[in-house]
Structures are given as C-alpha cells and as structure tokens.
C-alpha cells in the first residue's frame, strides 16, 4: 500500500488531454513539493515534473503539474502514442515513516 | 552529462547479502546525495535509502535493519548491501541521485539522474 494514491489507469484518445491525480496528506504533499516521473516499458523512470510545476530542460510542455492542499495533479495535453507509460508521484514525507514516498503509479493507455 | 551504471550479481541465494554498486560517470560523486531504489516485477517503486557524500545515511525503516549504503568518493561509487534476502526482495535496483533542497519546514525531493537498472532475483 503507498502512501500517496494514484489511480491504477487512465485512457485518452491521440490529441487528447488527461490528468493523473496524486492524493497524500499534510505530512507529505501538503508540505513539500511533488515530482513526477515517466517510466516507458522497460526503461528507468525519468524526471517530468519537479518542485509542483517546474519542467527539467527537455521535458516538453504538454507535460504540467499543479498542486493543491494534499493533492498534486500531472497534466498531459496533446497525447502521443509515445506517451504510453506508467506515471509515478514522489515526494518528501516528514512523519516518522520513510522520509521518500512515492505514488504506487497509473498506467497510461492512448486508445 | 553525469551518468549512472548499477553493476551486480544477478542471482542471489536465499538468506545471502545482495551487493550492488553504482559508478558515477561524467561528473563528481561529492557535494550530492546518492540513492537506491528498486521496483519489484509488475510493481511500483520503493525507495531504500539516499548516502550523502559525506557519508551520512538515511534508509526506508522498512528496510533498515537489512541495508547497508556506503560510498566511495576515491572511485566515485556508492554501494548496497541488503543482508538476509527473500524472494520478496526479487526487484530491479535503480540507483538514482535524488536533488534534497532542505528549505525550513518545506523539502524539495526529485530523482533528476537514474541508472538503466538491474535485475535481481532471489532465489536458491
């Protein structure tokens, strides 16, 4: 069981835009900042999303992110096949568990 | 641009010590933290624990009476020790280098480099 809660999956047609939710509470997203992560088929997990909302240098701009209370939301807009991925949440968690949690991930399918 | 190579056994026997080691290429292992993580088969990820270069460590309390991370500033590595092993601990081990902004009251945390990973089963 994670600690922050992610939907399994989520589906949008080519050209669409979906959201990813990532619900935790005030000891983690409600105090710290969120990243995100792409994780294609096969591949090590690679860095969308940072501090919210920034992007790292060469993440396109389809990709945002936005947070709210003890949520945090990734957002993909103009979705490509190549999209297809599994998405993770992380964040820092200042309880007395592990201090680095992490979403349990959402599959992303473009029909 | 800084790159990270896991290297290990592949197979390790039930009750044994898993050791894995992460080479740091194309930039200095001093002055960051260093991390493990590991993704079981069909799984999410869990965080194990972060070394900063100095030597000082933080582990997932799920995990820390088995873990060991040490580094090697001569060599630019940093390693995992997991002792008493189960087919539980079956996962691909990422070692990743994790930006720790300690800000006050609020952190910024974000695994900007990883390895390509290593697969590693348990099993006699």
């Known amino acids: 069981q994670s600690v922050l809660t992610q939907p399994p999956s989520v589906s949008a047609a080519p050209g669409q835009k979906v959201t990813i939710s990532c619900s935790g509470s005030s000891s983690n997203i409600g105090n710290n900042y969120v990243s995100w992560y792409q994780q294609l088929p096969g591949t090590a997990p690679k860095l969308l999303i940072y501090d919210n909302n920034k992007r790292p240098s060469g993440i396109p701009d389809r990709f945002s992110g936005s947070k709210s209370g003890t949520s945090a939301t990734l957002g993909i807009t103009g979705l490509q096949t190549g999209d297809e991925a599994d998405y993770y949440c992380?964040?820092?968690?200042?309880?007395?568990?592990?201090?680095?949690?992490f979403g349990g991930g959402t599959k992303l399918t473009v029909l | 641009q800084v790159q990270l190579q896991e290297s290990g056994p592949g197979l390790v026997k039930p009750s044994e010590t898993l050791s894995l080691t992460c080479t740091v290429s194309g930039g200095s292992i001093s002055s960051y933290y260093w991390s493990w993580i590991r993704q079981p088969p069909g799984k999410g990820l869990e965080w194990i624990g972060y070394?900063?270069?100095?030597?000082?460590?933080n582990y997932n309390p799920s995990l820390k009476s088995r873990v060991t991370i040490s580094v090697d500033t001569s060599k630019n590595q940093f390693s995992l020790k997991l002792s008493s092993v189960t087919a539980a601990d079956t996962a691909v081990y990422y070692c990743a280098r994790p930006m720790i902004t300690f800000g006050g009251v609020i952190v910024s945390l974000a695994f900007d480099i990883w390895g390509q990973g290593t697969m590693v089963t348990v099993s006699s």
């Open positions: 070394i900063y270069y100095s030597g000082s460590t």
């Open positions: 992380g964040t820092w968690d200042s309880s007395l568990s592990a201090p680095v949690v």
